[in-house]
């Protein structure tokens, strides 16, 4: 499975960007899908999963601003940010958990700069 992710950029302070995480293969034995972020110098953090059946889980500082949602027709994973503020700043990353053994998946990352 390789997860290759895009959409990233630098927007200022209310705007929206949304991430795509294109999915190599079928997503049939992928558990779960999310999003991570990493901002400098603190840890990775969870930002929105979305399981096969489609439930959701939002962290609490993204709920009511971002959406995560999945294609399976295009094996893609979006994340739609809207409200955007600095603190959303870090490195976005996408994963995959994978099949019996909850194998991880990530992809390279996308940089995300929100200005103020």
């Known amino acids: 499975v390789q997860l290759v992710e895009s959409g990233g950029g630098l927007v200022q302070a209310g705007g929206s960007l949304r991430l795509s995480c294109a999915v190599s293969?079928?997503?049939?034995?992928?558990?779960?899908m999310g999003w991570y972020r990493q901002a400098p110098g603190k840890q990775r953090e969870l930002v929105a999963t979305i399981t096969r059946g489609g439930s959701t889980n939002y962290a609490d500082s993204v709920k009511g601003r971002f959406t995560i949602s999945r294609d399976g027709a295009k094996n893609t994973v979006y994340l739609q940010m809207n409200s955007l503020k600095p603190e959303d700043t870090a490195v976005y990353y996408c994963?995959?958990?994978?099949?019996?053994?909850?194998?991880?998946?990530w992809g390279q990352g996308t940089q995300v700069t929100v200005s103020s």
């Open positions: 293969g079928s997503m049939f034995s992928i558990n779960t």
């Open positions: 994963n995959a958990d994978y099949g019996v053994a909850h194998y991880a998946y």
